[in-house]
């Protein structure tokens, strides 16, 4: 069943069980948090460019440790494209910060 979070933006954001199941199996760390990456939409500490049109949500989840969720949204409704954690800080640094 989908799942929705709504962006900053006050736009549903999709999360597809095909895309679920994406996550889950190629970052297994994520499996139990399905509910943290849809927070991680609605309620980023902020929100970077991802360089191709899509977006990407940040969340410190623990020190030295983020969660990445990058999506896609358009005017009426977007989708998750997949999420990650990274501890590569200076990376995200450096992708332009479109809020806040």
């Known amino acids: ?3 929705f979070a709504l962006s900053i933006n006050g736009v549903p954001i999709r ?4 895309r679920w ?3 889950a199996q190629e970052h297994g760390e994520l499996g139990d948090l399905q509910r943290t990456v849809l927070e991680t939409v609605s309620n980023p500490e902020r929100i970077l460019d991802g360089g191709q049109g899509e977006l990407l949500a940040v969340s410190q989840i623990e020190q ?4 990445i969720v990058v999506y896609r949204q358009g005017l009426a409704d977007g989708f998750i ?3 990650f ?4 800080y200076s ?3 450096r992708r332009n910060q479109v809020w806040p």
């Not at 030295?64 to 969660?67: S, V």
């Open 64 to 67: 030295g440790k983020w969660l």
């Open 15 to 18: 999360l597809t069980d095909e």
């Open 81 to 83: 494209i997949t999420a």
């Open 85 to 88: 954690f990274t501890r590569r």
């Open 91 to 93: 990376s995200l640094r």
């Open 1 to 3: 069943m989908e799942q």
């Open 21 to 23: 199941n994406h996550i």
